[in-house]
């Protein structure tokens, strides 16, 4: 699995003991930033859980901003490698549940409290941090809507669908799933999720996006 808070930032090629104390550090990071919230968590803090030096944290992460990239670009990769997996090309499957699975792992990701934090951190540092939104953009939804495009583009090429612009439909696709879900959570947290009630919402809005709302030819 990628480890973007790690190994691509560099910080994977020292001694196993090193790299078991940059691992502590990620996970105490996102725990706290998680529980506490970002601005409410202090490097101190994160020392107190994890162990190890300042020098260390410094060394492999530069400052809280170093580990709130760390943790987000993570984050990141294995919700997309999970993604893959499912918009992997499947000819045998009927592409309503094929896109079932990716809408419902979309979904499944923006209800995670670790995606929470992170949407709602960059919200309010985004004029502090402008680098860190853009980062997350492009290692997030650009690549979520490139790898949907990329399944409908496949779907489309054997005859299981027809799409005339598969990045606009992918587009269209990742907002119906995720549009009423997001803003729930960004201002509502701690409301407890209805996961039968998610997955009614996004099997209809499959069945939307296949079928139209076109009526039926008389």
């Known amino acids: 699995m990628p480890d973007m808070g790690l190994e691509h930032r560099g910080q994977g090629t ?21 529980e506490k919230g970002y601005a409410a968590t202090s490097l101190s803090d994160v020392l107190k859980l994890a162990g190890g030096s300042r020098a260390t944290l410094y060394e492999h992460f530069g400052d809280k901003d170093g580990l709130f990239r760390a943790m987000m670009e993570e984050h990141c990769a294995r919700v997309l490698e999970t993604m893959a ?72 090429a054997h005859g299981r669908i027809r799409v005339d612009d598969p990045d606009m439909a992918a587009q269209a696709f990742c907002g119906m799933v995720t549009g009423n879900l997001l803003m729930e959570r ?16 996004v099997r209809a809005g499959v069945r939307l996006f296949l079928r139209g709302a076109a009526p039926s030819a008389q």
């Open 14 to 34: 020292g001694t196993g003991r090193g790299h078991a104390r940059c691992r502590a550090l990620l996970d105490a990071a996102a725990t706290l930033f998680v």
């Open 85 to 156: 997996e499912s918009a992997a090309p499947d000819h045998i499957a009927d592409p309503e549940e094929r896109l079932n699975r990716i809408a419902l792992h979309i979904a499944e990701t923006l209800m995670a409290p670790r995606t929470t934090t992170i949407l709602r951190t960059l919200i309010s540092e985004s004029a502090r941090i402008p680098d860190l939104v853009e980062t997350f953009v492009r290692v997030g939804p650009e690549r979520t809507r490139a790898q949907m495009a990329d399944c409908l583009r496949d779907l489309a």
């Open 186 to 201: 960004l201002i509502l947290p701690d409301r407890p999720v209805d996961i039968a009630a998610v997955e009614r919402y």
